[in-house]
């Protein structure tokens, strides 16, 4: 499992770090300070592409949406498929419908 991988007292500290973020403010400030622009870009691209797989669109549509090469999307296809699960479970948590992803797009 990729997780025994990663575990470690420093990917703790972070993960509690992030935990303890109080708002979408406090979460723009800490990752510009931890991130390039380009990581935090790369990371919620990743996380767009998950969404948009779940809603079944074509590698083709999400490229085009996105701008994700297909090996970032076949990336994010094999994690929903054998990852953790937690795609699925962050989105359905965020958007469990439809129409909510809808109107968060917009905003």
Request: proline letters at 2%.
């Given at each position: 499992m990729q997780i025994e991988k990663i575990r470690g007292?420093?990917?703790?500290?972070?993960?509690?770090a992030v935990l303890e973020l109080k708002d979408i403010?406090?979460?723009?400030?800490?990752?510009d300070d931890l991130?390039?622009?380009?990581?935090?870009q790369s990371l919620a691209q990743r996380?767009?592409?998950?969404?948009?797989?779940?809603?079944?669109?074509t590698y083709e549509a999400i490229k085009n949406e996105t701008g994700a090469s297909t090996?970032?999307?076949?990336?994010?296809?094999?994690?929903?498929?054998?990852g953790n699960d937690t795609y699925d479970e962050m989105l359905g948590r965020l958007?469990?419908?439809?129409k909510s992803y809808e109107e968060a797009k917009r905003k």
């Open positions: 007292h420093q990917t703790e500290q972070l993960f509690k403010d406090e979460c723009y400030k800490f990752f991130c390039t622009i380009s990581e935090i996380f767009e592409v998950a969404h948009l797989l779940r809603l079944k669109k090996a970032t999307i076949s990336r994010v296809r094999r994690c929903l498929d054998y958007y469990p419908d439809e």
